[in-house]
């Protein structure tokens, strides 16, 4: 009975402690992020920035790579109205895109009619396979839009519904082959904060995790650790990504990583996340190996938590803070490092577009005899102002994850 | 550590900052040259036998001087602009041909000397070719002589039993018999001459099916070098003096150690036809070169006035080696200017040279060739007034330029286009090489993308060589192109396999490689992935011949039709796309051997007609020139060979006094 | 001063190891690269190749020409001829190159640490004021526009519009201020803040604290007591810092037509030339290795906490 009671006083002890649990750590930060302005501002631009590119293919843009020589070359930001697909040279069927989608699926359809009225299984199967590959190799679609996958396809095809032969004119201006610089400018973010964002979580993983550990441990192990970390540090890094360019763009070894599904951008980026998280892992083993002394971790090192809790429950949301200003000096990094190689011409390659390459095409209209401002501005002014939503969101969350900050302003 | 040494040592950490500060700070400044230009990437070398690139060779062409020199001759023409270059003499006063247009004979000026002051005579000139034709120069450029007496056999190193042949032993400076070589193929180890009795050559080593390209190569080449030579060595003075008439003596000669070992066996490099004694390329006597061919060859002149065949120094090259023979302090030059100094990839700085036979004639002081290879770099020193010629714009502004009066444009004689690679299946089918063709919108390409004022082509052969009428080849029309691919059994597209479209990284390519793309996709839904690589992989790439679809572009070495003709011949190395055609190929001979120039011309005509219409390679455009020069300069115009005499050219104000 | 000895014998210890390590990568990365170096645009006969192979030991099986290498850049300090460039060898190239490509670093970095950590105290010690804003707004500015559009607008606007700088090329200050600013900038931004926020984490500190209550002059009690601590992330960051700057003068060397060692660096590589790309990658390393120890060393000597090891 005794035993049973103080199970009954333990339990509701245990309770009691759960309940007083209370404000987390990270509740308290969001309650305390979303009373600034700057970064709840940031938050809400990156998110809407984040939702437009994956929407991008339903959004009522113009073609990425329809390129109109003739006559839209340069064009300055305008309001003029275009018809998607009523380009001359696509030879559209009463020039809009919505007619020669009609023609198509009409032609379709009449293959269709004579799919059903065939009995022969083995012309049966022809037949089906000829309506595939046509769908597949003359669906109008191929003209306006570059290799969509299923998802954006099914996108374009909602597009196409909702909005019909409507494109947002050339708010943006257009390039030097005549694209639309608007709808290039949200293709490209797609490309852009995917690299971004992936190459990012790679570094961040590796490099906290790395740092961590070789602060809190200590001696030999932080010294090979960190060891290993200056080996690193001391390559440059900028030769190793042009080689396996080079290396990746090799018909051989591009088949192969092609047959078992692996795209040769993934790992390209993949690569340069791996580049990125010496930086971050220095910084956290800095700060860890200032902070392990301090009386926490001692207590909890007396109440006899594993090094690995220690580590990852103690000390790494205590150099979060740290973690955070790094990582929204990395997504930049890498957006920016996307940027240089397109500048060496080493990014992603046409019809493909991400803002690095648009920022490059921008530079090279760039002289002093004529300046198509446009051409550089919007890629840019995208491109920067992603960065700068990144860094006040970043000093934000940094300010409110900051315990220090708890009592202020 | 106490805290007074942590502050020294953030002391000595500012000083130290502050002493690299200093150090950056002070620059060598160099004042500006009299006339500086854009000069593209930056040259690889200044050795006129290893050079191949137009920066090198504008470099070349001022620093040397060969028999004859293309110069201006009368005005230029009033529709293009193009200014007339002739051969004209250099090094050479006058020279004479004869009937038969096989044997031609310069005689060389007076008083000539190279700038360390020893006198140039036609012997220099014999050395010079002779150096240029070994193999071991490698010089990219021996095949433009290969009608010279014994040139092309020299060049390959192809001899015959009862050749007369020299032999060159293994002892080069530093060499032991059983040594590596030494790669300074001059000066020369001790040379033999006699006549070649037998060559005796081992049973070739059999290699398994599974033996890799690599192996096989490797294997012939090791068996080739097992072979043993016997000749008749006839006596000869150590200075090259032959008594051909003499008593010869019976010796052996090998290029393999292993073989050489055998004391009866010496040692060689090689076993060449005597090109030294017999080719056709001799000094007479110090002023008279004469020049033997086996054909005649209508543009001779023009490959004398060409920088592979200009002379270089003897001395200076023994004295210091190939690579280092061309350093600013070595380097003996005979040319209007002469080096100053080079800074690698800033640029080379040449000055007059004071002992030049015409040196009244050359305009500019010092000049300096600059490496620039961004366009709008380029472009913004032009602008600022750094450089006063720029070959290479931005085509975005070509436009706003073009009525500029310092801006001048004319048509090259160059070409712009893709070479198809017929290995790769729907490329072999001549339907589908001309659908790809006549789907191609070359108007809209020359005007609206490349912009400055290029040529559609629809063959190979750029228009404006004297005497030759173009072959028109397959003008664009899609309806046709579709119905081609249809026959050839790919309707509407379907069927058809995705094909690359290589092209090296460049601002000019990538817009018309996304053009053509668009076209191909749109008239012909045709899916062309398209590739980048850098020149280097990319020519590889291509030689291995592992594309689809590669741009290339070809510059006229000579005016003549020939140059654009005749590399498609079937296994020229420098066709790479499978394609080969015995008519072709029987065309290009005949005309080779064509003594008539009409004639001559009719056959190529042919032979391009060929091309123009079985297409293995689609031609896009006409290159046309497209450059700034600042107006106070008198004595710039375009020429069609993109060749440009700088000695000629001067400022208004400083022409002098007539 | 004796652990000081030993951590740089251990540190040159390291650093050989690092290289050996670079040699080796790069030596198997750039033989798997398909390509060779004479792909000129002509072909070259197979004999005259085989010569030119054995000119510069291609001829030989990969491991032996791994060994060679190796022994002469070891014994002899000799990276060999470059391939594409023939009438140099790798050492004259760096040697025309390094100086070049150092004295832009050098202004590009002290240029970023003046400006930079002069920004980061300024924005900290005025937080909120408009001070803090504009400079903050700069630095962010500074970190989000690639540095070859940046150079582009600042082309556009110095020599142009100002006509105050020549458009590109070596030789004078005035050609190196532009690209040095261009190079600098990106890095006054990441240095200006962080140092901002290092000096905003001392402020908080105790003994920055006691310090005001003795009633110390602000002016002291930020140069004596927040300013060195605050510069710890800052130290931290010249590594990186000095290979950003590295990278970066790819881009302006290439912008602005400076002979540095940077458009080699990528010619080498796009181009097979295999004893210059490696001569280059070695050099790299030499340079980013020591001025991380030189960091390491600065950042045990700001912060005693950190032992040397």
């Given at each position: 009975?005794?035993?049973?009671?103080?199970?009954?006083?333990?339990?509701?002890?245990?309770?009691?402690?759960?309940?007083?649990?209370?404000?987390?750590?990270?509740?308290?930060?969001?309650?305390?992020?979303?009373?600034?302005?700057?970064?709840?501002?940031?938050?809400?631009?990156?998110?809407?920035?984040?939702?437009?590119?994956?929407?991008?293919?339903?959004?009522?843009?113009?073609?990425?790579?329809?390129?109109?020589?003739?006559?839209?070359?340069?064009?300055?930001?305008?309001?003029?109205?275009?018809?998607?697909?009523?380009?001359?040279?696509?030879?559209?069927?009463?020039?809009?895109?919505?007619?020669?989608?009609?023609?198509?699926?009409?032609?379709?359809?009449?293959?269709?009619?004579?799919?059903?009225?065939?009995?022969?299984?083995?012309?049966?199967?022809?037949?089906?396979?000829?309506?595939?590959?046509?769908?597949?190799?003359?669906?109008?679609?191929?003209?306006?839009?570059?290799?969509?996958?299923?998802?954006?396809?099914?996108?374009?095809?909602?597009?196409?519904?909702?909005?019909?032969?409507?494109?947002?004119?050339?708010?943006?201006?257009?390039?030097?082959?005549?694209?639309?610089?608007?709808?290039?400018?949200?293709?490209?973010?797609?490309?852009?904060?995917?690299?971004?964002?992936?190459?990012?979580?790679?570094s961040?993983?590796i490099g906290?995790s790395w740092g961590?550990i070789a602060g809190?441990?200590?001696?030999?192990i932080d010294a090979a650790m960190m060891r290993i970390v200056d080996m690193l540090y001391s390559i440059?890094?900028?030769?190793?990504?042009?080689?396996?360019?080079?290396?990746?763009?090799?018909?051989?070894?591009?088949?192969?990583?092609?047959?078992?599904?692996?795209?040769?951008?993934?790992?390209?980026?993949?690569?340069?996340?791996a580049i990125y998280w010496l930086t971050m892992s220095r910084v956290v083993r800095g700060?860890?190996?200032?902070?392990?002394?301090?009386?926490?971790?001692?207590?909890?090192?007396?109440?006899?938590?594993?090094?690995?809790?220690?580590?990852?429950?103690?000390?790494?949301?205590?150099?979060?803070?740290?973690?955070?200003?790094?990582?929204?000096?990395?997504?930049?990094?890498?957006?920016?490092?996307?940027?240089?190689?397109?500048?060496?011409?080493?990014?992603?390659?046409?019809?493909?577009?991400?803002?690095?390459?648009?920022?490059?095409?921008?530079?090279?209209?760039?002289?002093?005899?004529?300046?198509?401002?446009?051409?550089?501005?919007?890629?840019?002014?995208?491109?920067?102002?992603?960065?700068?939503?990144?860094?006040?969101?970043?000093?934000?969350?940094?300010?409110?994850?900051?315990?220090?900050?708890?009592?202020?302003? | 550590?106490?805290?007074?040494?942590?502050?020294?040592?953030?002391?000595?950490?500012?000083?130290?900052?502050?002493?690299?500060?200093?150090?950056?700070?002070?620059?060598?400044?160099?004042?500006?040259?009299?006339?500086?230009?854009?000069?593209?990437?930056?040259?690889?070398?200044?050795?006129?036998?290893?050079?191949?690139?137009?920066?090198?060779?504008?470099?070349?062409?001022?620093?040397?001087?060969?028999?004859?020199?293309?110069?201006?001759?009368?005005?230029?023409?009033?529709?293009?602009?193009?200014?007339?270059?002739?051969?004209?003499?250099?090094?050479?006063?006058?020279?004479?041909?004869?009937?038969?247009?096989?044997?031609?004979?310069?005689?060389?000026?007076?008083?000539?000397?190279?700038?360390?002051?020893?006198?140039?005579?036609?012997?220099?000139?014999?050395?010079?070719?002779?150096?240029?034709?070994?193999?071991?120069?490698?010089?990219?450029?021996?095949?433009?002589?290969?009608?010279?007496?014994?040139?092309?056999?020299?060049?390959?190193?192809?001899?015959?039993?009862?050749?007369?042949?020299?032999?060159?032993?293994?002892?080069?400076?530093?060499?032991?018999?059983?040594?590596?070589?030494?790669?300074?193929?001059?000066?020369?180890?001790?040379?033999?001459?006699?006549?070649?009795?037998?060559?005796?050559?081992?049973?070739?080593?059999?290699?398994?099916?599974?033996?890799?390209?690599?192996?096989?190569?490797?294997?012939?080449?090791?068996?080739?070098?097992?072979?043993?030579?016997?000749?008749?060595?006839?006596?000869?003075?150590?200075?090259?003096?032959?008594?051909?008439?003499?008593?010869?003596?019976?010796?052996?000669?090998?290029?393999?150690?292993?073989?050489?070992?055998?004391?009866?066996?010496?040692?060689?490099?090689?076993?060449?036809?005597?090109?030294?004694?017999?080719?056709?390329?001799?000094?007479?006597?110090?002023?008279?070169?004469?020049?033997?061919?086996?054909?005649?060859?209508?543009?001779?002149?023009?490959?004398?006035?060409?920088?592979?065949?200009?002379?270089?120094?003897?001395?200076?090259?023994?004295?210091?080696?190939?690579?280092?023979?061309?350093?600013?302090?070595?380097?003996?030059?005979?040319?209007?200017?002469?080096?100053?100094?080079?800074?690698?990839?800033?640029?080379?700085?040449?000055?007059?040279?004071?002992?030049?036979?015409?040196?009244?004639?050359?305009?500019?002081?010092?000049?300096?060739?600059?490496?620039?290879?961004?366009?709008?770099?380029?472009?913004?020193?032009?602008?600022?007034?750094?450089?006063?010629?720029?070959?290479?714009?931005?085509?975005?502004?070509?436009?706003?330029?073009?009525?500029?009066?310092?801006?001048?444009?004319?048509?090259?004689?160059?070409?712009?286009?893709?070479?198809?690679?017929?290995?790769?299946?729907?490329?072999?089918?001549?339907?589908?090489?001309?659908?790809?063709?006549?789907?191609?919108?070359?108007?809209?390409?020359?005007?609206?993308?490349?912009?400055?004022?290029?040529?559609?082509?629809?063959?190979?052969?750029?228009?404006?060589?004297?005497?030759?009428?173009?072959?028109?080849?397959?003008?664009?029309?899609?309806?046709?192109?579709?119905?081609?691919?249809?026959?050839?059994?790919?309707?509407?597209?379907?069927?058809?396999?995705?094909?690359?479209?290589?092209?090296?990284?460049?601002?000019?390519?990538?817009?018309?490689?996304?053009?053509?793309?668009?076209?191909?996709?749109?008239?012909?839904?045709?899916?062309?992935?398209?590739?980048?690589?850098?020149?280097?992989?990319?020519?590889?790439?291509?030689?291995?011949?592992?594309?689809?679809?590669?741009?290339?572009?070809?510059?006229?070495?000579?005016?003549?039709?020939?140059?654009?003709?005749?590399?498609?011949?079937?296994?020229?190395?420098?066709?790479?796309?499978?394609?080969?055609?015995?008519?072709?190929?029987?065309?290009?001979?005949?005309?080779?051997?064509?003594?008539?120039?009409?004639?001559?011309?009719?056959?190529?005509?042919?032979?391009?007609?060929?091309?123009?219409?079985?297409?293995?390679?689609?031609?896009?455009?006409?290159?046309?020139?497209?450059?700034?020069?600042?107006?106070?300069?008198?004595?710039?115009?375009?020429?069609?060979?993109?060749?440009?005499?700088?000695?000629?050219?001067?400022?208004?104000?400083?022409?002098?006094?007539? | 001063?004796?652990?000081?000895?030993?951590?740089?014998?251990?540190?040159?210890?390291w650093?050989?190891?690092t290289?050996?390590?670079?040699?080796?990568?790069?030596?198997?990365?750039?033989?798997?690269?398909?390509?060779?170096?004479?792909?000129?645009?002509?072909?070259?006969?197979?004999?005259?190749?085989?010569?030119?192979?054995?000119?510069?030991?291609?001829?030989?099986?990969?491991?032996?020409?791994?060994?060679?290498?190796?022994?002469?850049?070891?014994?002899?300090?000799?990276?060999?001829?470059?391939?594409?460039?023939?009438?140099?060898?790798?050492?004259?190239?760096?040697?025309?190159?390094?100086?070049?490509?150092?004295?832009?670093?050098?202004?590009?970095?002290?240029?970023?640490?003046?400006?930079?950590?002069?920004?980061?105290?300024?924005?900290?010690?005025?937080?909120?004021?408009?001070?803090?804003?504009?400079?903050?707004?700069?630095?962010?500015?500074?970190?989000?526009?690639?540095?070859?559009?940046?150079?582009?607008?600042?082309?556009?606007?110095?020599?142009?519009?100002?006509?105050?700088?020549?458009?590109?090329?070596?030789?004078?200050?005035?050609?190196?201020?532009?690209?040095?600013?261009?190079?600098?900038?990106?890095?006054?931004?990441?240095?200006?803040?962080?140092?901002?926020?290092?000096?905003?984490?001392?402020?908080?500190?105790?003994?920055?604290?006691?310090?005001?209550?003795?009633?110390?002059?602000?002016?002291?009690?930020?140069?004596?007591?927040?300013?060195?601590?605050?510069?710890?992330?800052?130290?931290s960051?010249?590594g990186p810092?000095?290979a950003?700057?590295?990278?970066?003068?790819?881009?302006?060397?290439?912008?602005?037509?400076?002979?540095?060692?940077?458009?080699?660096?990528?010619?080498?590589?796009?181009?097979?030339?295999?004893?210059?790309?490696?001569?280059?990658?070695?050099?790299?390393?030499?340079?980013l290795f020591?001025?991380n120890?030189?960091?390491d060393?600065?950042?045990?000597?700001?912060?005693?906490?950190?032992?040397?090891?």
């Open positions: 009975m005794n035993t049973e009671a103080n199970r009954e006083t333990l339990e509701r002890i245990l309770v009691e402690s759960r309940n007083i649990h209370g404000v987390s750590l990270w509740q308290d930060a969001w309650n305390r992020l979303r009373r600034n302005p700057a970064a709840m501002i940031s938050l809400t631009c990156l998110v809407l920035l984040a939702v437009l590119a994956i929407l991008t293919p339903l959004l009522p843009l113009q073609s990425p790579i329809d390129k109109d020589l003739n006559e839209r070359r340069f064009l300055p930001p305008n309001l003029g109205t275009v018809v998607m697909g009523g380009r001359p040279g696509l030879k559209f069927a009463d020039g809009t895109l919505t007619g020669e989608l009609d023609r198509f699926n009409a032609e379709i359809a009449d293959l269709a009619i004579q799919l059903q009225s065939t009995s022969d299984p083995q012309q049966r199967q022809a037949l089906a396979a000829g309506i595939a590959a046509r769908i597949d190799i003359e669906h109008p679609f191929n003209q306006m839009w570059n290799e969509l996958g299923p998802v954006s396809w099914w996108m374009c095809q909602t597009r196409v519904a909702l909005f019909g032969n409507y494109a947002i004119p050339s708010l943006f201006g257009t390039d030097k082959l005549g694209r639309d610089l608007l709808a290039r400018v949200f293709w490209g973010a797609r490309v852009s904060l995917i690299v971004g964002i992936v190459a990012t979580l790679v961040l993983i906290v961590a809190y441990f200590g001696g030999m440059p890094f900028i030769f190793v990504v042009i080689f396996l360019v080079t290396f990746l763009g090799e018909d051989s070894v591009k088949k192969k990583l092609d047959s078992i599904g692996i795209d040769q951008i993934t790992i390209f980026y993949m690569v340069i996340g700060q860890v190996l200032s902070l392990r002394s301090e009386q926490f971790i001692e207590s909890a090192r007396t109440v006899g938590a594993s090094p690995m809790r220690i580590v990852f429950r103690h000390l790494v949301p205590n150099v979060l803070g740290v973690v955070i200003v790094y990582l929204t000096l990395t997504i930049p990094s890498v957006m920016l490092f996307e940027a240089f190689l397109s500048f060496l011409g080493l990014g992603v390659s046409p019809p493909d577009v991400s803002w690095g390459l648009l920022l490059n095409d921008g530079v090279e209209a760039l002289s002093i005899i004529k300046v198509f401002w446009w051409v550089v501005v919007f890629p840019g002014g995208a491109l920067a102002a992603t960065l700068f939503a990144l860094n006040f969101l970043g000093d934000g969350i940094r300010d409110a994850l900051d315990p220090r900050m708890k009592n202020r302003d | 550590m106490p805290p007074e040494v942590r502050r020294g040592i953030v002391i000595f950490s500012c000083l130290v900052t502050l002493v690299a500060v200093i150090w950056a700070a002070r620059m060598d400044y160099v004042p500006p040259a009299h006339f500086s230009l854009q000069n593209g990437t930056d040259p690889k070398t200044l050795d006129p036998h290893r050079a191949t690139g137009q920066p090198e060779s504008k470099i070349i062409f001022e620093l040397f001087e060969g028999l004859l020199r293309m110069l201006p001759e009368g005005s230029p023409d009033p529709k293009t602009g193009l200014q007339p270059l002739t051969p004209q003499p250099g090094m050479a006063t006058s020279y004479e041909v004869s009937e038969d247009g096989k044997t031609y004979t310069f005689h060389l000026r007076d008083g000539l000397v190279w700038t360390d002051g020893t006198p140039l005579t036609a012997h220099d000139f014999a050395w010079s070719w002779q150096r240029m034709l070994h193999p071991a120069t490698a010089c990219e450029y021996g095949y433009l002589i290969s009608e010279v007496v014994l040139a092309d056999e020299y060049h390959h190193s192809i001899v015959k039993v009862g050749d007369r042949v020299e032999v060159e032993l293994w002892d080069r400076p530093g060499e032991s018999s059983g040594s590596d070589a030494n790669i300074q193929h001059f000066p020369r180890g001790t040379m033999k001459y006699g006549t070649l009795r037998a060559i005796i050559k081992p049973d070739q080593i059999v290699l398994p099916d599974s033996a890799s390209d690599d192996a096989r190569e490797s294997a012939e080449l090791d068996w080739q070098e097992s072979w043993v030579y016997q000749i008749d060595v006839a006596p000869s003075d150590g200075s090259g003096n032959v008594d051909w008439d003499g008593p010869t003596t019976p010796e052996e000669f090998s290029v393999s150690a292993q073989v050489a070992r055998d004391d009866s066996i010496q040692r060689t490099h090689g076993v060449m036809v005597d090109f030294q004694h017999f080719g056709g390329a001799q000094a007479v006597d110090d002023q008279t070169f004469v020049v033997r061919l086996n054909n005649a060859v209508p543009y001779f002149l023009n490959l004398v006035a060409y920088y592979p065949l200009f002379p270089v120094n003897r001395n200076c090259i023994e004295t210091h080696g190939a690579p280092l023979w061309t350093k600013a302090e070595n380097i003996v030059t005979n040319g209007p200017y002469m080096l100053q100094f080079r800074r690698l990839r800033d640029r080379i700085r040449v000055a007059k040279n004071p002992d030049y036979h015409n040196v009244d004639s050359v305009g500019m002081e010092t000049i300096d060739f600059i490496s620039l290879e961004s366009q709008n770099t380029a472009l913004n020193m032009y602008e600022t007034g750094q450089i006063q010629w720029a070959y290479d714009l931005p085509t975005s502004v070509l436009e706003e330029l073009k009525d500029r009066p310092d801006f001048h444009s004319a048509p090259k004689l160059s070409i712009y286009f893709y070479k198809l690679n017929h290995d790769v299946p729907p490329l072999d089918d001549i339907r589908v090489r001309q659908a790809l063709s006549m789907a191609i919108n070359r108007r809209q390409i020359v005007e609206e993308v490349s912009k400055g004022g290029q040529q559609p082509a629809y063959s190979v052969v750029p228009p404006g060589i004297a005497g030759y009428d173009n072959a028109d080849g397959l003008h664009e029309d899609v309806a046709r192109a579709k119905e081609l691919l249809a026959e050839a059994g790919y309707p509407g597209g379907r069927g058809f396999p995705k094909i690359s479209l290589l092209y090296n990284t460049s601002e000019t390519h990538r817009p018309i490689a996304e053009v053509i793309q668009q076209q191909l996709q749109n008239n012909l839904n045709i899916k062309i992935e398209l590739k980048n690589m850098e020149w280097g992989s990319f020519t590889e790439t291509v030689q291995m011949e592992k594309y689809e679809m590669a741009r290339y572009g070809w510059v006229g070495d000579y005016p003549d039709p020939n140059t654009f003709l005749d590399m498609w011949v079937t296994d020229n190395p420098q066709s790479n796309t499978n394609w080969s055609n015995l008519e072709y190929d029987g065309l290009i001979k005949a005309a080779s051997t064509e003594l008539d120039s009409t004639k001559r011309m009719q056959l190529l005509r042919q032979a391009e007609t060929i091309l123009a219409n079985e297409l293995p390679v689609i031609p896009i455009y006409f290159y046309t020139s497209a450059e700034m020069a600042k107006t106070n300069i008198e004595g710039f115009a375009p020429s069609a060979q993109d060749l440009h005499p700088l000695q000629i050219l001067r400022y208004r104000s400083e022409t002098p006094k007539e | 001063m004796r652990d000081l000895l030993g951590y740089l014998l251990k540190r040159a210890a650093m050989v190891l290289l050996w390590a670079v040699y080796t990568v790069s030596f198997v990365l750039m033989r798997s690269v398909p390509g060779n170096p004479f792909s000129g645009e002509r072909s070259v006969p197979p004999a005259i190749e085989r010569q030119l192979k054995a000119r510069y030991n291609l001829d030989a099986p990969p491991l032996q020409q791994y060994w060679d290498y190796l022994v002469g850049v070891v014994t002899r300090l000799d990276l060999g001829w470059s391939t594409r460039l023939e009438d140099y060898s790798v050492n004259q190239v760096i040697a025309e190159g390094f100086p070049v490509s150092a004295t832009l670093a050098i202004f590009a970095l002290v240029f970023a640490i003046l400006l930079g950590v002069t920004a980061g105290i300024i924005s900290a010690v005025y937080r909120r004021s408009t001070a803090d804003h504009v400079l903050m707004f700069a630095a962010v500015l500074g970190i989000a526009i690639p540095n070859f559009v940046l150079a582009s607008l600042a082309i556009l606007l110095f020599v142009f519009m100002i006509q105050i700088f020549p458009a590109g090329g070596w030789g004078t200050l005035q050609q190196i201020a532009l690209p040095a600013f261009c190079l600098g900038l990106p890095v006054a931004a990441y240095i200006a803040r962080l140092s901002r926020t290092g000096m905003l984490e001392m402020l908080t500190k105790d003994h920055v604290r006691t310090a005001y209550a003795k009633g110390l002059p602000k002016r002291t009690v930020i140069l004596r007591h927040v300013v060195p601590g605050a510069m710890l992330p800052v130290v960051y010249l810092a000095v950003r700057v590295l990278t970066g003068s790819l881009v302006l060397e290439k912008i602005f037509a400076l002979p540095g060692m940077g458009s080699h660096f990528i010619n080498a590589a796009t181009q097979r030339d295999y004893t210059l790309a490696m001569g280059m990658v070695l050099t790299y390393t030499v340079l020591v001025m120890t030189l960091v060393l600065t950042y045990a000597i700001i912060d005693p906490r950190v032992k040397l090891r």
